[in-house]
């Protein structure tokens, strides 16, 4: 039987925690793959492609722990709160998830129970051993085309209360020039994905930024390496910035 998540590189001795909610396309055999057509079965409503091996890609460079969820977001989306209704969506963009459709309570509790608990208690596990100045990264993909509408941003450095992390890593943009790199897009707060930061770096009061790369720069090893290599040119001189400012504090 397969964890609903998997952690990775845990004794990293570095100062990120990666977190990768939508790493996984895998749908439990219990679901009978939600219903979904196969032409559906494997698109971006179902993970972030590239995600994961970006995850890793990260984790090399910066001796990271990695905390991935191995169960497709439609099951239940690890980035959403248990009441949201987008934790277990009933249609993904224009994707119909039959699967999900007039789900009871008791539905919505066991798959809770199943995904999310496990998830969030790992990645409670990986922080209760950290350092005090740990930053938390989640990374994430996200379609070029949205409601048939094509996104231009490439990268989107995603942030809610707490904005020191992006603000100190936008100071670096000119770094890569060549990439569109935008706050909070093609997503940001109000459209509920800080889930994952409110819970798990907010709560403990640590830097923390949402990665969202484009998806068709994530198709190859050789793009998730140069994807690797953009986040990283900006990362680790923000990771210096602050810990500067808060050994002056």
């Known amino acids: 039987m397969i964890a609903p998540v998997e952690v990775l590189n845990e004794e990293g001795q ?3 925690v990666l977190l990768c909610e ?12 939600l219903g979904l057509s196969e032409a559906d079965r494997l698109s971006h409503a179902v993970w972030d492609p590239g995600a994961r091996s970006l995850a890793l890609k990260l984790s090399q460079a910066l001796d990271a722990p990695v905390v991935a969820s ?3 977001r439609l099951v239940y989306d690890c980035n959403r709160p ?22 009871t309570q008791a539905q919505r509790d066991a798959r809770t129970a199943a995904v999310y608990d ?15 100045d740990t930053v938390i990264v989640t990374v994430h993909s996200f379609t070029p085309v949205y409601f048939g509408k094509p996104r231009a941003v490439e990268l989107g450095l995603l942030h809610d209360e707490d904005s020191r992390l ?8 000119d770094r890569i020039p060549n990439r569109r790199t935008e706050r909070n897009e093609p997503y940001g707060p109000t459209d509920g994905v800080t889930h994952s930061l409110r819970l798990h770096a907010l709560s403990r009061n640590l830097p923390n930024v949402m990665l969202e790369v484009r998806n068709d720069l994530l198709r190859t090893d050789e793009e998730i390496a140069v994807a690797a290599e953009e ?19």
Do not use: W
């Open 166 to 173: 992006v603000d100190a890593m936008l100071n670096y943009v």
């Open 231 to 249: 986040v990283l040119t900006l990362l680790l001189p923000a990771l210096n910035d602050i810990a500067i400012k808060e050994d002056k504090s």
């Open 118 to 132: 496990p998830f969030c208690a790992a990645v409670s596990e990986v922080l209760n051993k950290r350092r005090a």
């Open 82 to 103: 248990p009441e949201a209704a987008s934790a277990m969506p009933e249609k993904s963009e224009q994707i119909i998830v039959p699967g999900n459709t007039g789900l």
């Open 22 to 33: 939508h790493a996984s396309h895998r749908i439990p055999s219990d679901y009978s793959d």
């Open 70 to 72: 191995t169960v497709s």
């Open 14 to 16: 570095g100062k990120v």
